[in-house]
């Protein structure tokens, strides 16, 4: 039995998604245990293209039971629609591969209309949110004012439960923000639509995982974003409101007693962000519109350009602490293949004094990239599926980077389809 943890090492859209959907044929479960839809996964297969922003990046392999835990902040209608998109291209779902947390707690209409009240009050101060209502569902969950899925069942207790929370949530709604309130009617109605349509899929996981892990099948953790995204080890505030770290698989997906045997941290080649907040590395102009086309980065949630730079190896080894990571994916090889030299940031500068230590958050402002440049191959190698065959430069960058960041670079992926990689 192997229960492995995939995560992001810097901050998010490193790739897990194809990390997810290539190693799922040796796992018999997949277990998303934190965030929302306020991301995507982007995963290439037989299927076509997809961007998978709840439903577990397992869904693509048959006999695989795929679960959203109790971690998860689960959007039913945003959940449903995404269902249909995917079954529309020909993947089977069915309560026998897909099974939602009765713990899982619901993600309201009201906490998405909240998000984008509050990036509004902001203005030019805002977290660079994506709107989808996580930071105000998970502060309700902390708060206990959330509704968990398996209360689905429960008629009776769920319409007084709303009942209760809407005499809350409207003070806030009409009386901050000057905003329509919602009514026990309007809810309901909501409940109701994609409650019924999901309520087959919604069972006891823990309960399926506690004799999954019994009968020593293999699990498979997937986490959204990454490291520096994570609530308490990230680039505070300008983080998800979740934990995005290896550590918080047991709990999030309702099996807290399990033991991790490995954890693949995912690393782009090169460095990309999406979102507010400080990236030391950044580059602008001709030079970031070239890399930002060169790997097509633009955020598969929102389709925002996302902010390029070199690969941070300062982010990048803190990353890797914080994950624990006991191997890494780097992704995106190919994509740095037009460059004659490739650069990388090796150390921060900071009041002066060079550093390869993760400043604190309100530190990172004032911090500026250290680049060193490493021999470029210039020639693809898109087709390539073995190390040997790989360029000496490029060899020589993988080996770099494994080096600096003290993490063996296991799997090197050089293009998006499934079979696009090189296992060391």
Same mark, same amino acid.
């Given at each position: 039995?192997?229960?492995? =943890?995939?995560?992001?090492?810097?901050?998010?859209?490193?790739?897990?998604?194809?990390?997810?959907?290539?190693?799922?044929?040796? *796992?018999?479960?997949?277990?998303?245990?934190?965030?929302?839809? &306020?991301?995507?996964?982007?995963?290439?297969?037989?299927?076509?293209?997809?961007?998978?922003?709840?439903?577990?990046?397992?869904?693509?392999?048959?006999?695989?039971?795929?679960?959203?835990?109790?971690?998860?902040?689960?959007?039913?209608?945003?959940?449903?629609?995404?269902?249909?998109?995917?079954?529309?291209?020909?993947?089977?779902?069915? @309560?026998?591969?897909?099974?939602?947390?009765?713990?899982?707690?619901?993600?309201?209409?009201?906490?998405?209309?909240?998000?984008?009240?509050?990036?509004?009050?902001?203005?030019?101060?805002?977290?660079? +949110?994506?709107?989808?209502?996580?930071? @105000?569902? %998970?502060?309700?969950? *902390?708060?206990?004012?959330?509704?968990?899925?398996?209360?689905?069942?429960?008629?009776? %207790?769920?319409?007084?439960?709303?009942?209760?929370?809407?005499?809350?949530? &409207?003070?806030?709604?009409?009386?901050? %923000?000057? $905003?329509? #309130?919602?009514?026990?009617?309007?809810?309901?109605?909501?409940?109701?639509?994609?409650?019924?349509?999901?309520?087959? *899929?919604?069972?006891?996981?823990?309960?399926?995982?506690?004799?999954?892990?019994?009968?020593?099948?293999?699990?498979?953790?997937?986490?959204?974003?990454?490291?520096? /995204?994570?609530? !308490?080890?990230?680039?505070?505030?300008?983080?998800? +409101?979740?934990?995005?770290?290896?550590?918080?698989? #047991?709990?999030?997906?309702?099996?807290?007693?399990?033991?991790?045997?490995?954890?693949?941290?995912?690393?782009? $080649? %090169?460095?990309?962000?999406?979102?507010?907040?400080?990236?030391?590395?950044?580059?602008?102009? @001709?030079?970031?519109?070239?890399?930002?086309?060169?790997?097509?980065?633009?955020?598969?949630?929102?389709?925002?350009?996302?902010?390029?730079? #070199?690969?941070?190896?300062?982010?990048?080894?803190?990353?890797?602490?914080?994950?624990?990571?006991?191997?890494? $994916?780097?992704?995106?090889?190919?994509?740095?293949?037009?460059?004659?030299?490739?650069?990388?940031?090796?150390?921060?500068?900071?009041?002066?004094?060079?550093?390869?230590?993760?400043?604190?958050?309100?530190?990172? @402002?004032? $911090?500026?990239?250290?680049?060193?440049?490493?021999?470029?191959?210039?020639?693809?190698? +898109?087709?390539?599926?073995?190390?040997?065959?790989?360029?000496?430069?490029?060899?020589? *960058?993988? /080996?770099?980077?494994? /080096? /600096?960041?003290?993490?063996?670079?296991?799997? =090197?992926?050089?293009? #998006?389809?499934? !079979?696009?990689?090189?296992?060391?």
């Amino acid at each position: 039995m192997k229960n492995c =943890v995939i995560v992001g090492i810097n901050w998010g859209d490193e790739g897990k998604g194809r990390m997810v959907d290539l190693l799922t044929e040796n *796992y018999d479960i997949v277990v998303r245990y934190q965030g929302g839809g &306020n991301a995507g996964h982007t995963v290439i297969n037989e299927y076509g293209k997809f961007a998978l922003h709840l439903l577990p990046s397992g869904i693509f392999r048959k006999g695989v039971v795929n679960i959203l835990g109790n971690g998860v902040a689960l959007d039913l209608e945003n959940l449903w629609k995404e269902m249909q998109t995917v079954q529309a291209q020909g993947v089977f779902l069915t @309560p026998a591969n897909l099974k939602i947390s009765d713990r899982a707690s619901l993600l309201l209409p009201w906490h998405r209309i909240l998000d984008s009240l509050e990036e509004e009050r902001l203005k030019e101060k805002k977290y660079g +949110s994506t709107k989808q209502g996580i930071a @105000p569902f %998970y502060s309700d969950k *902390y708060q206990k004012k959330t509704i968990m899925a398996g209360e689905l069942f429960y008629p009776e %207790y769920l319409e007084q439960h709303v009942r209760d929370l809407l005499e809350w949530k &409207n003070l806030t709604l009409a009386g901050i %923000y000057g $905003a329509q #309130p919602y009514t026990v009617e309007q809810m309901m109605a909501w409940l109701t639509n994609y409650g019924e349509k999901l309520k087959p *899929y919604i069972c006891d996981t823990g309960d399926f995982l506690r004799r999954a892990h019994t009968k020593e099948k293999s699990i498979l953790f997937e986490a959204q974003l990454g490291a520096l /995204r994570d609530l !308490d080890y990230g680039i505070y505030p300008y983080t998800t +409101s979740s934990n995005a770290i290896a550590a918080y698989a #047991p709990v999030g997906s309702g099996l807290p007693g399990v033991k991790l045997d490995e954890v693949i941290g995912v690393v782009k $080649a %090169y460095s990309t962000c999406v979102g507010e907040g400080p990236f030391t590395c950044e580059w602008f102009g @001709p030079e970031a519109d070239a890399l930002r086309e060169a790997g097509f980065e633009y955020g598969a949630k929102t389709g925002r350009p996302r902010r390029v730079g #070199p690969l941070d190896l300062v982010a990048t080894r803190y990353g890797v602490q914080i994950q624990g990571a006991t191997d890494v $994916a780097l992704t995106k090889l190919d994509v740095l293949s037009y460059m004659e030299q490739i650069p990388v940031c090796t150390n921060y500068r900071l009041d002066g004094v060079v550093t390869d230590e993760f400043p604190f958050p309100a530190a990172l @402002p004032k $911090a500026e990239p250290i680049v060193e440049y490493l021999e470029g191959w210039h020639c693809d190698i +898109s087709k390539i599926r073995t190390w040997e065959n790989l360029p000496k430069a490029a060899q020589n *960058y993988v /080996r770099f980077v494994e /080096r /600096r960041i003290g993490c063996p670079v296991t799997y =090197v992926s050089v293009g #998006p389809e499934r !079979d696009a990689y090189i296992k060391r």
